[in-house]
């Protein structure tokens, strides 16, 4: 199977364009307190049925290690008190930000959820120096996308003004395409 990742990039907190309010009633709030239980649940939720399959082999350890990291920061979508989605911002060399992982669980596919989550998460990337001292102040805010993504995901993306800077065609063997773990797998209504 052909599988294209696009990769895109704001170079600056102008370049944002933000959503309007979902449909869906949500509250986005940072996940504060390193919990890689919930974390993988996050991953596995939100991702399981695309794809998504690098830190499935992570041990605890691995998962606290990396969600203790200065900077890294989980932002959840709440509705009613039940995750909605996630964003989870990492901070790398060269004052960039990348958005590591982005997505919604099945439900709140298609409640305007998603481009205001992403919405939040950007300004969160731009003003993470706020937060971490620490770290230089963001000047490139970047995320890869690919075919394998939910339908809307590139055009979210670019939507909230961020631009394509590279492509890729993965070359066979780069995918796995077997089962997906799901929260289990087939759950994608």
Not at 64 to 87: D, K
Not at 157 to 167: C, L, N
């Amino acid at each position: 199977m052909d599988v294209i990742t696009w990769y895109l990039e704001q170079r600056s907190p102008d370049a944002l364009i933000p959503a309007r309010e979902p449909r869906l009633p949500v509250e986005v709030v940072r996940a504060e307190v390193p919990s890689p239980e919930f974390g993988r649940f996050l991953y596995t939720a939100v991702g399981g049925d695309w794809q998504w399959t690098d830190r499935l082999a992570w041990t605890y350890d691995q998962w606290m290690t990396h969600l203790t990291r200065p900077g890294v920061e989980t932002w959840v979508a709440w509705h009613r008190g039940t995750p909605a989605g996630y964003v989870e911002l990492d901070p790398q060399e060269g004052a960039q930000v990348e958005i590591a992982y982005f997505g919604l669980l099945p439900y709140a596919i298609g409640g305007g959820v998603g481009g205001h989550l992403l919405s939040i998460g950007t300004a969160r990337a731009w003003d993470l120096v706020t937060r971490w001292p620490s770290l230089p102040e963001t000047r490139r805010v970047w995320l890869h996308t690919c075919s394998l993504d939910g339908p809307a995901a590139l055009a979210n993306y670019r939507a909230r003004g961020f631009e394509v800077y590279d492509e890729k065609l993965n070359e066979p063997g780069d995918v796995d395409e077997g089962a997906t773990p799901g929260p289990w797998p087939g759950a994608r209504p």
